[in-house]
Nanobody, 115 residues
Framework: QVQLVESGGGLVQAGGSLRLSCAAS????????LSWYRQAPGKERELVAG????????NYADSVKGRFTISRDNAKNTMYLQMNSLKPEDTAVYFC????????WGQGTQVTVSS
């Protein structure tokens, strides 16, 4: 079964850190562009960070630049999002996304940052 499974979400105080993981199964994502999206209540889903399939180059939303780091381990078929200096406005459901010859979404993991 082709799927992405996120983990690592939770409740953290402002200023804290979390590390999200996204594990792929049923396919090899080494040739896929990978991204993290998030969706806060009442808001549209937005791109947080992406990492290319070719050279590992990354891009970030302005709101998370300097605080979040996206990475991938193709040998483990896993992607990560290290989130530091978290703010209450980072509260959202975080989704991983893979785009290659198919598109795959994870089911999401809740991140809640308390003030």
């Amino acid at each position: 079964q082709v799927q992405l499974v996120e983990s690592g979400g939770g409740l953290v105080q402002a200023g804290g850190s979390l590390r999200l993981s996204c594990a792929a199964s049923g396919f090899t994502f080494s040739g896929y562009v990978l991204s993290w999206y998030r969706q806060a209540p009442g808001k549209e889903r937005e791109l947080v960070a992406g990492i290319s399939a070719v050279d590992g180059s990354t891009n970030y939303a302005d709101s998370v630049k300097g605080r979040f780091t996206i990475s991938r381990d193709n040998a483990k078929n896993t992607m990560y999002l290290q989130m530091n200096s978290l703010k209450p406005e980072d509260t959202a459901v975080y989704f991983c996304y893979a785009r290659g010859w198919r598109v795959v979404w994870g089911q999401g993991t809740q991140v809640t940052v308390s003030s």
